[in-house]
């Protein structure tokens, strides 16, 4: 049987806390689990999407107010890894920004659509107290 | 954000002496930048060689800075891409648009 791995973490709304976000999503892509890909390149990529991720939830979902929290789970479960970001805003609709064209010059909207590319599944929904940005990663 | 600069004649070189740049820092390079180009200082290089991670925050920052360059007819150009940041402008497609040498001294000759 597979052993499970789960991290739960909750920080408050400063983006000086991204670091601290993006080496535990790093130091995940090491950890005793089954894949065979790229390490070094999975660490990178999990250390973007939360990055990314936990950066729209702070500056956009909870707008930048300091007494509001962010909660993040990592989970494995088989060969699936699962990253939920929950916020405490009101949603909006992910997948408008998901296939937007960026343009060379443009200085915004270059983080929803990394995640989207990098990542298997993604999900934005809405829930009694905010929103959960769900990211799936299939390794194998 | 630690930067530091370094006088070149007309260019100015910007060295970030971060491990990462994201949505909490990054800021601080673009008013640099800004600062430079008020002074009008409009030839940058910025050395990248401390930088192990960038963001999408981090790119927009440079971004600002390359548009602004141009439109003060002066240059932005980058150095000393580690492995992951260069994976990042390649994802983004930005290397198609910077001009990113090896080393600082290959950036300073180019002008």
Known sequence: ?140 | MQLSTEEHGEIVKIVVQEERMDAHNSGALKEEMLQLFDEGKCNLIIDLSAVRFVDSSGLGALVSGFKNASTRDGSLKLCCLQPQVRSMFELTRLHRVFEIFGSAAEALESY
């Open chain 1, 1 to 140: 049987m597979q052993e499970k791995i789960a991290v739960d973490i909750q920080i408050p709304n400063q983006t000086q806390y991204l670091s601290l976000i993006g080496r535990i999503g790093e130091n995940i892509a090491y950890a005793p689990i089954r894949f065979n890909g790229d390490r070094d390149e999975l660490a990178f990529h999990l250390n973007l999407v939360l990055t990314e991720a936990v950066t729209n939830a702070i500056c956009h979902a909870n707008q930048e107010d300091p007494s509001k929290k962010l909660r993040i789970v990592i989970a494995f479960s088989e060969s699936r890894l699962s990253m939920k970001v929950f916020d405490e805003g009101n949603g909006f609709d992910i997948e408008s920004f998901a296939d937007s064209e960026v343009k060379e010059t443009d200085e915004q909207g270059r983080g929803i659509p990394l995640i989207y590319r990098l990542m298997n599944h993604v999900q934005y929904r809405k829930q009694r107290n905010g929103c959960v940005l769900e990211m799936i990663k299939e390794l194998q």
